[in-house]
C-alpha cells in the first residue's frame, strides 16, 4: 500500500501508535483497523436516527448522521486517491467524525452545552474523540476503541486551548500552531462540501427553500442554468439531482486543483513537514472560498432558521434540557450502568462527574429516543 502513497501522506510505518500498544494486524492496515472499529461501534450505528437537519421522524428521505458520514466518506476517498493521500485514514476520519454527536443535530448541541456550561461545556466534536477514547466499551483490554493517534487526530477538529491543555498529545497542535495531517485537513473540507449540497437537496425536498431563491446564489445557478441547456425537458427533481452532482464536482476539482498547486511548491518531505508547515497545504481557491460562503450564508438564513425548523429546534431544546435536568437531579431515573458510572464520576469529580455522565447519556441518544424518554419522563400516560 505505502508505494503507491505520496510521500507526505499518512503511512502504519510512521504512525505515532495507539493509546495501548497491540500487536499488529495481520491482514489490514492500522487505518483499516480503525474504519472496521468505528463501523462495528454501537455510536456508529446510532448515527442512523439522528438529525443533520430535519428531525428524524420527519420523513425517510432526508440525510441523516449516517447517511452525511457516508457521504463525507465518499468525497473524501476520492480526493485522497487523487492526492495520493491515503484512503483508509481518510475514510476512517470521516466516518467517525460525527460519532459524538446529540440528537437533534446543532440544536441539541447547543442546548446540551448550556446545560454543561458551569462544567467545562459540550461540543460534539470533543465528544466524538472521548466516544472513541472512553465511551465505547467493546473490548476487554482498554475501553474505547484504541485508534491509531492519526485517526484521533483527524477527528479533533477543533478545540479550545485550556481543553488540548488535558488531552495529551492529540492536544499538542492547538497549543504549538502545528498542522494535522493532510488527511485530517482534507476530511473536514469533504464534510463542508458534503453538507452544504446536500442540505441545498434536502432543503429543496422539503419544500423550505426554492429554486428561485437559489439562483441567487451563484455557485447554485451556474450549474442549474448549464443544466436547463444541456438537458432542457429534465423533470424537477431529477434535474436538481444533476445540479447538486454538478456543484459537488465543482467544489471537489477546485479544491483537488488548489491543493495539488500548494503540495507542489511546498513539497513537504514526509507528514511531519505538513505538520510543520505553517498553513494548511488543502484548500480551496480564494474564488470557492468566496461561493462556498455565499452558500453557507444563504444556508443559514433561509433553510436553518427557517420557521418550521426553528420551531423543531426550539423543541428539540427544551427536550434536551429538560432530561438533563431531570437526570442530574435523580440519578436513579438513569439505566443501572449509567447510574454507576456517575456515581464513580462524581466520586472522583464531584458535580462535574455526575454532570459529564448525564451529558454522555443524552449525547448518545437518537432523536426518537430522546423524545420516547422525554415522554416517560414528563407524559403522565407513560408509565415505563
Not at 420523513?59 to 493521500?85: K, N, Y
Not at 470533543?126 to 492519526?150: C, H, I, K, M, W
Not at 483527524?154 to 488540548?164: D, P, T
Request: a negative charge; aromatic letters at 6%.
Amino acid at each position: 500500500m505505502s508505494l503507491r502513497l505520496a510521500p507526505y501522506a499518512a503511512r502504519d510505518e510512521t504512525s505515532r501508535g495507539r493509546r495501548f500498544p497491540e500487536p499488529p494486524p495481520q491482514y489490514r492496515s492500522q487505518f483499516q483497523r480503525d474504519r472496521d472499529r468505528i463501523i462495528h461501534s454501537s455510536a456508529f450505528r446510532r448515527l442512523e436516527y439522528k438529525t443533520q437537519v430535519f428531525v428524524n421522524h420527519e420523513g425517510d428521505m432526508f440525510r441523516t448522521r449516517l447517511t452525511h458520514s457516508i457521504e463525507v466518506a465518499q468525497i473524501s476517498r476520492s480526493i485522497a486517491r487523487a492526492l495520493g493521500l491515503n484512503e483508509d485514514l481518510s475514510e476512517t476520519i470521516a466516518l467517525a467524525h460525527d460519532l459524538g454527536h446529540t440528537p437533534f443535530g446543532h440544536a441539541g448541541q447547543d442546548a446540551l452545552n448550556d446545560c454543561m456550561r458551569d462544567w467545562g461545556g459540550f461540543e460534539h466534536n470533543l465528544q466524538s474523540l472521548r466516544v472513541v477514547d472512553e465511551l465505547e466499551q467493546r473490548y476487554a483490554d482498554f475501553d474505547g476503541l484504541n485508534l491509531t493517534f492519526e485517526s484521533r487526530e483527524g477527528i479533533l477538529k477543533h478545540c479550545a486551548r485550556k481543553v488540548a491543555e488535558t488531552l495529551g498529545e492529540v492536544g499538542r497542535r492547538f497549543l504549538d500552531g502545528t498542522q494535522p495531517s493532510l488527511e485530517a485537513q482534507m476530511v473536514d473540507l469533504a464534510d463542508q462540501i458534503a453538507y452544504n449540497n446536500h442540505d441545498v437537496d434536502d432543503g429543496l425536498r422539503a419544500g423550505l427553500i426554492d429554486l428561485d431563491q437559489l439562483r441567487g446564489i451563484t455557485l447554485f445557478r451556474e450549474q442549474y442554468d448549464a443544466v436547463a441547456a444541456a438537458h432542457p425537458r429534465l423533470p424537477e427533481r431529477r434535474r436538481i439531482h444533476e445540479v447538486v452532482r454538478r456543484m459537488i464536482n465543482r467544489q471537489v476539482v477546485d479544491l483537488l486543483e488548489t491543493s495539488r498547486a500548494l503540495l507542489d511548491e511546498a513539497a513537504p518531505a514526509d507528514i511531519e513537514a505538513v505538520r510543520a508547515h505553517p498553513q494548511r497545504l488543502i484548500r480551496f481557491s480564494p474564488e470557492m472560498e468566496e461561493l462556498n460562503l455565499e452558500l453557507k450564508r444563504f444556508l443559514r438564513t433561509a433553510l436553518y432558521r427557517h420557521v418550521r425548523v426553528h420551531r423543531m429546534s426550539v423543541k428539540a431544546a427544551r427536550i434536551v434540557r429538560q432530561l438533563f435536568a431531570a437526570f442530574l437531579d435523580d440519578l436513579r431515573l438513569l439505566p443501572p450502568e449509567h447510574q454507576q458510572r456517575a456515581r464513580e464520576a462524581e466520586v472522583e469529580n464531584g458535580t462535574a462527574g455526575r454532570a459529564r455522565v448525564v451529558a454522555d447519556y443524552i449525547a448518545g441518544m437518537t432523536d426518537r429516543y430522546a423524545i420516547r424518554e422525554h415522554r416517560r419522563l414528563f407524559d403522565a400516560e407513560e408509565l415505563t
